[in-house]
T-cell receptor, first 110, second 110 residues
């Protein structure tokens, strides 16, 4: 069965410093990987998906199949980045369920 | 921008009572999902629904749970006889390009 691991429950970073939120997965096939973000009192929102290879709000994430990782990075943290971040995996491309990691709460220190 | 909506935002019920959680998916979406998140734990898949039938369900989704699309807009999750361990945040999602989540219903079973 597929599994997503986010090793850090909490991460505090100073404003302007680089951010890296770690995500590792286990799945024998070709997964699709996502980052979802949940700002305070708001719904889960899709931030990034690996197939898009895009940068959203300055965040990027590269799928590393060798290391089975999909770490989320941003070179310069901003206060508005404080939120809960969830890495998620979907088997293949389609309408399958998402399997989530436990999430990382990112706090940006002014 | 259209959004998934859920009602109520918070439901308190006594153990053994039936509850119905309601969701209005985005109008042109065809795939619907329920997830739940017990406090402090990861978001877990419950069930997916397409073409008026269940596509996939998790081990959590036992005989106490049911889903229905009673009309063209609503998508409901019913728990027949609630247990204390059903206390959680329940998220509905619908899929267009990707899965879009509702704001959640916090269910408290006392």
């Amino acid at each position: 069965a597929q599994r997503v691991t986010q090793p850090e429950k909490l991460l505090s970073v100073f404003k302007g410093a680089p951010v890296e939120l770690k995500c590792n997965y286990s799945y024998s096939g070709s997964p699709e990987l996502f980052w979802y973000v949940q700002y305070s009192r708001q719904r889960l929102q899709l931030l990034l998906r690996h197939i898009s290879r895009e940068s959203i709000k300055g965040f990027t994430a590269d799928l590393n199949k060798g290391e089975t990782s999909f770490h989320l990075k941003k070179p310069f943290a901003q206060e508005e980045d404080s939120a809960m971040y969830y890495c998620a995996l979907r088997k293949g491309f389609g309408n399958e369920k998402l399997t989530f990691g436990t999430g990382t709460r990112l706090t940006i220190i002014p | 921008e259209p959004e998934v909506t859920q009602t109520p935002s918070h439901q308190v019920t006594q153990m053994g009572q039936e509850v119905i959680l309601r969701c209005v998916p985005i109008s042109n979406h065809l795939y619907f999902y329920w997830y739940r998140q017990i406090l402090g734990q990861k978001v877990e898949f419950l069930v997916s629904f397409y073409n008026n039938e269940i596509s996939e369900k998790s081990e959590i989704f036992d005989d106490q749970f049911s889903v229905e699309r009673p009309d063209g807009s609503n998508f409901t999750l019913k728990i027949r006889s609630t247990k204390l361990e059903d206390s959680a945040m329940y998220f509905c999602a619908s899929r267009g390009n990707e899965q879009y989540f509702g704001p959640g219903t916090r269910l408290t079973v006392t």
